[in-house]
T-cell receptor, first 109, second 112 residues
Framework: RKEVEQDPGPFNVPEGATVAFNCTYSNSASQSFFWYRQDCRKEPKLLMSVYSSGNEDGRFTAQLNRASQYISLLIRDSKLSDSATYLCVAYTGGFKTIFGAGTRLFVKA | DARVTQTPRHKVTEMGQEVTMRCQPILGHNTVFWYRQTMMQGLELLAYFRNRAPLDDSGMPKDRFSAEMPDATLATLKIQPSEPRDSAVYFC??????????FGSGTRLTVV
């Protein structure tokens, strides 16, 4: 079993839709969590950090549930430019940052 | 914006040849990571360094891969001899303390 697992996708949604991604992690000692975005043939870029209290950045909301060991990302009012692969990331300490396989999102006009 | 610089951007080589990929971390960052990304495996951590010292390279095939940081401005990942299954995108990333901060643009390696 992989340490970080994500919804397989792809998600195909119309513009303006709300879409949610989930991610589970197996190492209960994981300390920090993040969502990265990766555009086609580009490097991953940090989208946002994830906190137990939840955090919001514009149309993006990230949530962490430590008891169930899952992380979520909600995108409201999807834009065409949101089309990308979203990577769930767990920092497990000892310099180990583990990436999920990614969920592909296609937003269509 | 500060960036992590990787060279070359693309490399096509024949099986058996040596491949060297280079990375210049962001000035002031003391942690360097090497990742490999393939469609099948996603992003895999190969090695990381802190203050130029290799802390973990358990993700690397030891017989053919080696990673070094000859100085604070240069990290290298070498494959010798290369094999077709090494074809992937290799990313370098740097950060401060233990956490990853910024990725480079990657080296797209094709071994034929």
């Amino acid at each position: 079993r992989k340490e970080v697992e994500q919804d397989p996708g792809p998600f195909n949604v119309p513009e303006g839709a709300t879409v949610a991604f989930n991610c589970t992690y197996s190492n209960s000692a994981s300390q920090s969590f993040f969502w990265y975005r990766q555009d086609c043939r580009k490097e991953p870029k940090l989208l946002m950090s994830v906190y137990s209290s939840g955090n919001e950045d514009g149309r993006f909301t990230a949530q962490l549930n430590r008891a169930s060991q899952y992380i979520s990302l909600l995108i409201r009012d999807s834009k065409l430019s949101d089309s990308a692969t979203y990577l769930c990331v767990a920092y497990t300490g000892g310099f180990k940052t583990i990436f999920g396989a990614g969920t592909r999102l296609f937003v269509k006009a | 914006d500060a960036r992590v610089t990787q060279t070359p951007r693309h490399k096509v080589t024949e099986m058996g040849q040596e491949v060297t990929m280079r990375c210049q971390p962001i000035l002031g960052h003391n942690t360097v990571f090497w990742y490999r990304q393939t469609m099948m495996q996603g992003l895999e951590l190969l090695a990381y360094f802190r203050n130029r010292a290799p802390l973990d390279d358990s993700g690397m095939p030891k017989d053919r891969f080696s990673a070094e940081m000859p100085d604070a401005t240069l990290a290298t990942l070498k494959i010798q001899p290369s094999e077709p299954r090494d074809s992937a995108v290799y990313f370098c990333a740097s950060g401060f303390s233990a956490q990853l901060d910024t990725f480079g643009s990657g080296t797209r390696l094709t071994v034929v």
